[in-house]
């Protein structure tokens, strides 16, 4: 029987790495019908092979900074391990890759290639694992000093904070450090439109991202004997949530409407294990209206050309989120309980500054050290020109 729950923990999560997996072909295309058609090639070329720097520095250093664990052993040594520790492995790597995969759609573009890939090395290297070596491994006394304070420790069961408030949180800086796409923002004061290329495509990348989301949460039970019906459903509530709200607020743009479930699902992971569904439904509601409100807010009064809103739709529905399963976690609101609002602002607030000031100084040093941004003349024939030589309909469009 112990080898057959070995056997079942084993299979149970790689089926999740797996689905989370397919969530990056969903961050691709997502990002490819964003983005004019000029850039959807880089798009699609940045997804893969920031999430192969990822595997490779997550496997020698990010993995053994969070939890201790090294694979730089013999295969044999490896083998004995039954198999579980390094589907373990696969399955949170998807999580550290997904950060990288967040910032790109904010800093599309115009962002250099290069620079970037050695941001993505530190990040999921050093600054990603260190935060969830915390949260998730009890390192560095965090959740013991969070819980003498507040009574509880920080929950945050799939990543509100984590993962997604950390990924928005790392990319605000590099959008400002950036700067706004050329012509953008007039000297007039007028806004010129850069409207989404594909929607399609758009719609495709926001259901295949839904779909794996369920991979994201309900695997984040790592072992079989601990899934949970309650995480699935609450999963499928948020998401609705923030759908028919995006609906509502976004005036049936679709851009609006295929990020709102997106937005609801952000929210939901941290308390997707506590909350009653009708909290969940909530949770992703009130998460469609802060993207929607704070989309606009970025794009049109703040001039922050946060290209795929990922500031508002990982930054800020990450940290409501994890504020949230304090609130709709509690007993009081019909959820499980064993759950503080004080220890979730604690921990979500520690998230936000740690992100926010790493992502400040990496892409600071960068933009020092070798420039974040394609010149002007490659911004305006497009990254896919001046950076892969081929462009999205090939017909023409070729460099050489």
Not at 188 to 217: C, K, R
Not at 337 to 349: D, E, I
């Amino acid at each position: 029987m112990e080898a057959l729950k070995q056997g079942s923990d084993a299979l149970f999560i790689l089926l999740g790495g797996i689905m989370v997996l397919a969530m990056h072909a969903g961050f691709a295309f997502l990002e490819l019908g964003t983005v004019r058609k000029k850039n959807q090639v880089n798009a699609l070329v940045k997804i893969l092979v920031d999430f192969s720097v990822s595997t490779v520095v997550y496997f020698l250093v990010g993995y053994s900074v969070a939890y201790g664990t090294t694979f730089l052993v013999g295969a044999e040594e490896l083998a004995q391990r039954n198999g579980y520790e390094l589907v373990k492995f696969f399955f949170l790597l998807t999580f550290a890759a997904a950060i990288p995969a967040i910032i790109s759609g904010g800093i599309a573009e115009r962002a250099k290639f290069w620079p970037q890939l050695i941001a993505t090395a530190v990040i999921v290297g050093l600054v990603y694992p260190l935060f969830e070596g915390a949260v998730w491994n009890q390192q560095f006394g965090f959740q013991s000093w969070i819980k003498v304070q507040t009574g509880q420790e920080f929950h945050d069961f799939a990543g509100s904070v984590v993962v997604h408030a950390v990924g928005g949180w790392l990319a605000l800086p590099a959008v400002i450090l950036l700067g706004a796409r050329a012509n953008r923002y007039r000297k007039d004061g007028s806004i010129s439109a850069h409207p989404p290329s594909n929607i399609p495509f758009l719609a495709l990348g926001a259901w295949i991202l839904t779909v794996g989301w369920f991979g994201f949460n309900v695997m984040s039970a790592q072992t079989i004997d601990k899934i949970s019906g309650l995480v699935a459903v609450n999963s499928l509530m948020a998401m609705v949530g923030g759908t028919l709200v995006a609906l509502a607020l976004g005036k049936n743009d679709p851009g609006f409407i295929h990020n709102g479930p997106l937005a609801g699902l952000v929210a939901v992971c941290a308390g997707s294990d506590l909350m009653h569904p009708l909290g969940a439904l909530v949770v992703g509601g009130v998460a469609g209206a802060i993207f929607v409100v704070m989309f606009t807010l970025t794009q049109n009064k703040w001039k922050i050309d946060d290209v795929l809103g990922v500031w508002p739709l990982h930054g800020l529905c990450g940290t409501w989120g994890g504020l949230a399963a304090g609130i709709f976690g509690s007993k009081l609101l019909g959820g499980l309980g064993g759950v503080s609002f004080w220890a979730q602002l604690a921990g979500t607030g520690a998230g936000v500054l740690w992100a926010a000031a790493s992502g400040l100084v990496m892409y600071a040093a960068l933009k020092l050290a070798m420039g974040l941004r394609l010149s002007p003349e490659e911004e305006y024939e497009g990254a896919d020109l001046s950076i892969h030589r081929i462009g999205a309909t090939p017909d023409r469009e070729v460099h050489w």
